[in-house]
């Protein structure tokens, strides 16, 4: 007779996922309802876009294969491609085209939402993460793109960061547009190639990217990128001209004039600044944070920024003939989080309930009753879900990290002064009811 083999599903998850508990989450909503309010402030409209577009809607990152799985995560429906989105920056210009002649322009949106990559994760980069996005679309002045980093700033110091822990880093597409075209560049595929290696400077230092732009690198697990396969002379020549004091382009010195005019100063030239999509035509800018950031392991790590953006004027063009150029910014809230969740000055409160213990199920409707006024009154408050003896009752609620217990045995029910223990100091008291909501909030 042969055993049955116990074929349990994995507790494990997937590689560049994560589960996310309590404090990160609290943390991320403060975050969020900040973006908010600047949003309001700044005067952008709130948009929501599905989480599914057309492939081929989306598809700067779609190889020319029969399945489009590079990049992306896909499925076919009936006879098209569906992809999880990749950014927000592709569905908002598929949603102007689709709307054109009825939203205004220029049209300034912000979206709160998840996007999914297919690529290899590394600290604080997941395949699953929940981005924000500001953009002007319908607009070229140079106006919205100064605005758009004023505005970054003020969310970043409205959640704790000082101008010294954080730098806007400019720089143009214009720059490698002129280097591309120098060292004679012209098929498309590689320059998007080079374009990727080059964002990788922060990470990957000069010596890793020269391997991107040449033949390829492979990485310490094994696995092998290829690279642009650029000649040894043509690397040298654009490792050679981006350290270098370029000069800033003509539409980099107009945002940084209309700096002057917002008093904004905590920005930096920096050519090496280059960003990773192909879609962007003019001024683009990163966020950098300044302060060490550290792995699960306790080590120091090359984060990188946290967010960025640019000036992308034909990407709309993709879906018909519209006059939309357009300006955006990104910020990777779960990377914000990842490090933020290191400043040991940052402090989000968990509130947790306090726990009315059972002695005597029989006595439900009491325990009910207090708990509806401690709940009326602002209190958080839970009936111990259960019929274990005390000791596993007070486990339960030091293991939430519960501020108190509150003991309402039948001697406590009679006289109508419930026990109140504190968690942290271990001293009880008995009140009288109507004082025991102001001993609580003493507490908490």
Do not use: H
Request: glycine share 8%; charged share 30%; aromatic share 10%.
């Amino acid at each position: 007779m042969t055993k049955e083999k116990n074929n349990k599903p994995s507790k494990d998850l997937p590689l560049g996922f994560v589960d996310r508990q309590e404090k990160e989450l609290l943390l991320r909503d403060f975050i969020i309802s900040n973006i908010k309010e600047v949003m309001i402030k700044y005067g952008f409209q709130y948009l929501e876009t599905p989480s599914f577009e057309y492939s081929d809607s989306i598809g700067k990152f779609l190889p020319d294969k029969d399945r489009p799985d590079e990049g992306v995560f896909s499925f076919k429906d009936e006879n098209k491609w569906l992809s999880l989105r990749y950014d927000l920056t592709a569905p908002l210009a598929r949603y102007v085209a689709k709307n054109y002649l009825e939203i205004p322009k220029p049209f300034k949106r912000y979206q709160l939402g998840t996007v999914w990559r297919n690529e290899k994760p590394g600290p604080g980069r997941f395949r699953e993460f929940l981005q924000f996005d500001a953009d002007f679309v319908g607009t070229d002045s140079l106006q919205a793109d100064a605005e758009l980093c004023v505005m970054i700033s003020e969310i970043l110091e409205k959640c704790g960061l000082s101008k010294s822990e954080y730098i806007i880093k400019m720089s143009s597409r214009k720059i490698t547009d002129e280097l591309f075209k120098k060292i004679n560049i012209n098929e498309n595929q590689q320059k998007l190639t080079a374009l990727r290696a080059l964002d990788k400077i922060d990470r990957l230092g000069w010596e890793g990217v020269k391997q991107l732009l040449g033949e390829g690198r492979k990485d310490k697990s094994g696995d092998f990128t290829k690279g642009a396969n650029l000649s040894s002379q043509n690397i040298e020549i654009i490792e050679n001209e981006l350290k270098k004091n370029i000069p800033e382009t003509e539409d980099l010195k107009e945002i940084l004039k209309i700096f002057r005019d917002y008093n904004f100063d905590n920005f930096e030239f920096d050519p090496s600044i280059i960003r990773g999509l192909e879609y962007y035509t003019g001024a683009i800018f990163e966020v950098n944070l300044k302060f060490d950031v550290t792995n699960n392991k306790g080590q120091v790590i090359q984060f990188g920024s946290i967010g960025g953006g640019g000036r992308y004027d034909n990407l709309v063009n993709n879906f018909g003939n519209f006059d939309a150029p357009a300006t955006g910014i990104s910020i990777g809230l779960d990377r914000l989080v990842y490090a933020l969740m290191q400043k040991k000055e940052f402090k989000v409160r968990q509130s947790k309930p306090v726990v009315i213990c059972v002695f005597d199920k029989n006595s439900m409707k009491e325990y009910v009753g207090l708990q509806t006024i401690l709940r009326k009154s602002g209190v958080s408050t839970e009936i111990y879900p259960g019929e274990n003896k005390l000791k596993k009752q007070m486990e339960y609620a030091n293991k939430i990290k519960s501020p108190a217990v509150i003991l309402y045995g039948e001697d406590e029910i009679k006289s109508g002064k419930p026990t109140l223990r504190n968690l942290s100091s271990g001293k009880e008291k008995t009140i009288e009811m109507k004082e025991l909501v102001n001993e609580i909030k003493k507490i908490i």
